[in-house]
Nanobody, 124 residues
Framework: QVQLVESGGGLVQTGGSLRLSCAAS????????MGWFRQAPGKEREIVST????????YYTNSVKGRFTISRDNAKNTVYLQMNSLKPEDTAVYYC?????????????????WGQGTQVTVSS
């Protein structure tokens, strides 16, 4: 089992940046593919980005391509989401999740462990 704790959320103006971190404990972090999801009020949880166990492959949903960057440091048991050029529509609770499945799954049901979430609010 793995425990995930997100941090780095907050309030930022349009065009600003935030870096989210997700620290993992428990079983070997490098055994897990990692994903970032988000959920805005009244909306379903959606995929934002994923990264494979080694960090070699990534996925981004179209709305964040060119603005967000996912990375991981397996030595520090941490995955990051660098968010630049933030927009009000990026406002949501952001969750990190871990999966034992291969590749870069994008469905929330493919993930085995979840963090508690961190709020990101982008003001206009």
């Amino acid at each position: 089992q793995v425990q995930l704790v997100e941090s780095g959320g907050g309030l930022v103006q349009t065009g600003g940046s935030l870096r989210l971190s997700c620290a993992a404990s428990g079983r070997t972090f490098s055994s897990y593919g990692m994903g970032w999801f988000r959920q805005a009020p009244g909306k379903e949880r959606e995929i934002v980005s994923t990264v494979t166990k080694s960090g070699a492959n990534t996925y981004y949903t179209n709305s964040v391509k060119g603005r967000f960057t996912i990375s991981r440091d397996n030595a520090k048991n941490t995955v990051y989401l660098q968010m630049n050029s933030l927009k009000p529509e990026d406002t949501a609770v952001y969750y990190c999740a871990a999966t034992l499945r291969l590749g870069v799954p994008t469905r929330s049901g493919d993930y085995d462990y979840w963090g508690q979430g961190t709020q990101v609010t982008v003001s206009s």
